[in-house]
Nanobody
């Protein structure tokens, strides 16, 4: 499974960005939960959000709850992360990942495939 993440960039604090993660045409992610993680320099990769295989069963870290929204379009084979009210501490490389299961957990070990990451930088 190949995943292509996009939509990262530079935003001001309080601004918004929308990340996309598209699976390659030869594969389908419609039977799997999907997750977003992030990794800041010098820190471990941390869970951000996840969504079940049919949508729903959304799960968010406390750091982004109420500001970020995860969604998916199984026809387009794509998962999204809408990020609002961005903060400088949201600065990181963001990764999408395919869960081993129909529903996605918070642990890195729950995920089988990872995208290459997209940089998000939030200025104060």
């Amino acid at each position: 499974v190949q995943l292509q993440a996009s939509g990262g960039g530079l935003a001001q604090a309080g601004g918004s960005l929308r990340l996309s993660c598209a699976a390659s045409r030869r594969t389908t992610i419609s039977n799997n939960g999907m997750g977003w993680f992030r990794q800041a320099p010098g820190k471990e990769r941390e869970f951000v959000a996840s969504i079940g295989w049919r949508g729903g069963r959304e799960n968010y870290s406390d750091n982004v709850q109420g500001r970020f929204t995860v969604s998916r379009d199984n026809i387009k084979n794509t998962v999204y992360l809408q990020m609002n009210s961005l903060k400088p501490e949201d600065t990181a490389v963001y990764y999408c990942a395919v869960s081993r299961f129909a529903y996605a957990g918070r642990s890195v070990g729950d995920y089988a495939y990872w995208g290459q990451g997209t940089q998000v930088t939030v200025s104060s």
